[in-house]
């Protein structure tokens, strides 16, 4: 066996995790073969998604390998979640600079701890020399018809956003900022529980399973809220009115610590800008608000209600976010890789 | 719109064809939302495989882009046709050094000429920025329970290739000898031939499809007849006779330009151990026959019988190939990315 069949077998191994009798999910032939060959539940549709990680790009040179494992995986979860899809199974193109079996362990540590708590299959992968890259291809199912798309969004719908907004641009500037170690010492619980969640992100799919048939549009927030909410908009064309003050910040974005010279009345549009929360933002009807409500309290997320879908009108266009308070469009700054 | 958002541009339009009424192919949804949504033939089981390709490992730094583009998803197509599966689905990863517009144009017309000829839906995919590889996964449907597999040959069983051996490693030489401009001036027609064929393999879903239901395994020839039909022997628990006079060794092999200083004694088994050929090599019923050449006739591809599948006797071990004049078990040397 040499260095890179070794490091495949790590892989390969993967592919045994939620393997049991009775929890196949559809996978009759694994890693092995020229292809896997899987069986798609009855009376669904599928929906797939890919993305490529690429280090100093979508994580920082420092990241862990168990939290780059974790990520990627957590990253393609979170387009599932989006659609309302049950993950079923995924395939990993790993290209390493060397075969390195110590970092190699320790992604697929992080990988593994991610593939037992949402239940998808590893069924197939390439392993490649060069610099370090992943790209993720995820599979998952949903009821025929009940996708959560980007272009359901109703005048009248109310807007919503799981969870807290914030940790993920919180977590990257604590990771510049070199605080992380800080933090554990003097033990800034808030500071943490931001590192963790930009490290560590928790991908909605049990949200997003139940929204399903309830929710009128959804996207998970990887650019920032302000950003991705503007994609619903654009593909639904309608307007959003957004009420700042309602959207549930994460508490370490007030740290002075953080975004260093920034004045608190900023800090608020920095959280809804930043990316990297893999918290969902959706639509729903005005007169399904019990039942959204019920999803909420059924799964422990908060899901909050932060605006309203608007028509376009006067000075408005499709597209654009209207602040509540000023009744002024908000300019629309994101995360872009390129930019 | 800035320079990857008109790259990005560029692989959208890839998406749209293939899509005219009735071409649909199941596409639901295609690029644009966090997913594309899709919906399985019925009473089918689907097939899924994944590669990447890196510039001077997969393929040689000279390469053209529309070449790339044609191969990568040549590569892939034929690991579907390997399962004897229908081409369904197919997404694209691709990291560029930088938005050389140029470059993507030539790139995507490559690949589209190949999605015309195969039938397969770009439905997803991602750009980003860093050292040039790219990544595709593809999906195909069988019907159920007839995807072709390695671990299905049996004791009795011909064994066969398609088309010619050896145009991957002839072609390989002639790009490393820089041949190309010199067998082009003087009309080399069969050193042409093995050039074109390892720039534009040509995947063999048609064959594989066909197959379906008839041979018992098959795998596609990715590093070389001997160590691909080891794969079969291996996962089958069989050992293999095989009449190296019988495959049929693409012309170019014995062309004295290329291998300079190999005698023509060597030849033979240079081009049974050479990679990137992309037929098949697959088992079938010895009281078949018929069928198999009625397969090869009706679509105009040679079927060639260069052996038979024979149980494990005396010094001979599972997955050996033995050579059918000498009776001694060849050595299976093929092309590793890593060795």
Redo the contacts between chains.
């Keep these: 066996m040499?260095?890179?069949e070794l490091i495949q077998s790590y892989f390969s191994r993967l592919g045994n995790v939620n393997r049991l009798p009775g929890e196949e999910g559809g996978v009759?032939?694994g890693i092995?073969?020229?292809?896997?060959?899987?069986?798609?539940p009855p009376h669904s549709?599928?929906?797939?998604?890919?993305?490529?990680f690429?280090s100093g790009?979508?994580f920082p040179d420092q990241t862990s390998p168990f939290d780059i494992g974790y990520k990627a995986l957590a990253v393609n979860l979170s387009?599932?979640a989006?659609?309302g899809?049950m993950p079923l199974?995924f395939?990993?193109?790993v290209?390493l600079p060397s075969?390195d079996e110590q970092w190699v362990s320790s992604f697929c540590d992080g990988m593994e701890s991610l593939i037992i708590a949402s239940g998808i299959h590893l069924?197939?992968?390439?392993t490649?020399?060069?610099?370090l890259?992943i790209?993720i291809?995820v599979?998952?199912a949903?009821t025929?018809g009940l996708?959560l798309?980007?272009?359901g969004a109703k005048v009248g719908d109310d807007i919503y956003v799981s969870g807290e907004i914030g940790h993920g641009v919180a977590g990257l500037d604590i990771v510049l900022a070199a605080l992380g170690d800080e933090a554990a010492s003097v033990g800034s619980v808030e500071l943490l529980r931001s590192l963790e969640r930009f490290n560590r992100p928790k991908p909605r799919n049990d949200v997003g399973g139940k929204l399903s048939g309830l929710a009128t549009s959804?996207?998970?927030i990887s650019d920032g809220l302000l950003v991705d909410l503007r994609h619903i908009l654009q593909?639904s064309q309608v307007v959003a009115e957004l009420d700042m003050g309602a959207v549930p910040v994460a508490p370490s974005v007030s740290d002075e610590r953080l975004f260093v010279g920034k004045p608190s009345s900023e800090r608020r549009r920095i959280a809804c800008s930043g990316g990297d929360d893999y918290e969902l933002c959706f639509t729903a009807p005005g007169g399904r608000r019990d039942s959204v409500e019920a999803v909420g309290s059924l799964l422990a997320v908060p899901l909050t209600r932060v605006g309203r879908i608007i028509a376009k009108t006067g000075t408005f266009r499709v597209g654009d976010v209207i602040d509540k308070v000023s009744q002024k469009s908000l300019p629309l700054a994101g995360y872009?890789?390129?930019?």
Tied chains: 1, 2.
């Design positions: 040499n260095e890179f009759v032939l092995g073969d020229d292809c896997a060959i899987l069986q798609p549709q599928l929906v797939v998604s890919t993305d490529t690429i790009v979508h387009d599932l989006a659609m899809a199974w395939t990993l193109c290209t075969a069924v197939g992968g390439d490649t020399k060069g610099p890259s790209s291809h599979t998952g949903v025929q996708a798309r980007r272009d959804a996207i998970d593909a872009n890789h390129f930019s």
